[in-house]
């Protein structure tokens, strides 16, 4: 008898080890449930939301989400499961398959109620502007723009990226600044936004990928897919991204 019950339960020991090796893999159960995201700092707003809602969604996870643009995003993809950034950056990495979350473009953030009246690009010329450095996409999209309205700075701030150029706004360390429309919707009743027709022609589209060699493919997979899904769409389109 001991020895059919030793047998028997070695059996269900068995089957149990087949039944679990069988489980698909999931966000909670891949590398202790973590999911790393590196993503430019214009999405923070929308990411910090999201990042939420994903993980009430799935418990056990732990979506952990660095900001970083340009090369400084695309130097840190080591043990990355996502990248979120404007498909510029997206296109210097290496076998990804990105999807896209939209477009946004460039606006001029001024004070609350525009006190100096800025109009359009011209008005930026002789006042303190917050623009980011040119190796991150903003500031590309923004010396572009004001080359096409040859427009010279007289007063550039060179800022790292988008929220420190909002920050140096709000605290009245200069006039008006560079952003894109979503960080300038995000910052609602704490800066306005002024349209001007060359952010058209420098419009960002911003892109959503899983990374080859993520500790948590399951994971990745899944959080794009909330980005690029229904509710995902819903918060880019609200924060002013046009969907293609």
Known sequence: MRRAIAVITALLATASLVVGCGKPPTPDRDNGGKIAVVADPALAPI???????????????????????????????????????????????????????????????????????????????????????????????????????????????????IKEALDRLTLGDVDAALVYRTDALAAIGQVDSVDFPEAAETAQEFQATTLSGSPNPAGATAFVDLLTGAEGRTQ?????????
């Open 236 to 244: 880019f389109t609200d924060l002013g991204f046009t969907q293609p």
């Open 47 to 161: 990411l910090q939301s999201l990042e939420t809602t994903f993980e009430q969604a799935h418990p056990g996870t732990d979506v952990v989400i660095g900001y970083a643009a340009g090369k400084r995003a695309t130097s840190q993809l080591s043990a990355v499961d996502v990248l979120v950034a404007p498909a510029a950056t997206v296109a210097t990495v290496a076998k990804v398959s990105p999807k896209s979350l939209g477009r946004t473009q460039l606006v001029i953030a001024v004070g609350p109620a525009n006190p100096l009246k800025i109009a359009k690009l011209a008005d930026l010329a002789a006042v303190k502007v917050a623009v980011c450095q040119a190796a991150v996409p903003c500031g590309t999209a923004s010396q572009q723009a004001l080359s096409q309205a040859s427009v010279k700075l007289a007063k550039p701030v060179e800022v790292a990226d």
